[in-house]
């Protein structure tokens, strides 16, 4: 299984690189696939490339649901799929 996630770039690079930013990682990523990528989008990322921008709100739930979902493995008490 492949997993994309959305991250938001705090800083775009020369050569279609970018650094974008994940509950307080920071990371070099590739944009050469995906074109108006500004700082402050929030884009998908997967094996370090951007594949897509993404709705701002729509970053924020899915964020929010992956901090849920850790929360709750972090506590021990499972998640159900």
Request: glycine share 10%; net charge negative.
């Amino acid at each position: 299984m492949c997993l994309a996630i959305p991250v938001r770039v705090e800083r775009l690079l020369d050569n279609e690189l970018a650094v974008v930013e994940m509950d307080g990682l920071r990371k070099e990523i590739s944009l050469a696939l995906v074109d108006g990528v500004r700082e402050g989008d929030y884009v998908i990322l997967h094996v370090g490339y951007a594949l897509t921008r993404l709705d701002p709100e729509e970053a924020e739930r899915t964020l929010a649901l992956f901090a849920e979902l850790a929360g709750r493995l972090d506590d021990g008490g499972g998640a159900e799929i």
